[in-house]
């Protein structure tokens, strides 16, 4: 099982706390993310748009990839509509993981 825990920073250098636990919606999509992914910046920034991932001046690729919750306490949508409303994006640098077949 590919899940992994999202722990969440308040603010800089804050402990982080317990977001949820996701996995994958589709058994095809292939994102590795690490077990534990802590997201411990905000930005409006335009890089952080998903409708700003195309260009073609930027060396780094984004790929998009849908989770779902499994661990039951419906933590996200609250998540979710509070960066909507400030118009933020949570962010965090992880290096993706390799699979156990390797």
Do not use: Q
């Amino acid at each position: 099982m590919n899940e992994t825990t999202i722990m969440l920073c308040s603010a800089p250098n804050a402990k982080p706390d317990f977001l949820a636990t996701v996995e994958p919606s589709s058994s095809t999509d292939d994102c590795l993310l690490p077990f534990e992914l802590i997201l411990n910046n905000y930005t409006r920034d335009s890089w952080s748009s998903l409708n700003n991932n195309n260009d073609s001046s930027s060396p780094d690729k984004w790929k998009s990839s849908w989770f779902k919750s499994v661990d039951g306490k419906n933590r996200l949508p609250g998540f979710l509509k509070y960066l909507k409303e400030r118009k933020k994006a949570a962010f965090g640098k992880f290096d993706p993981t390799a699979t156990d077949d390797d």
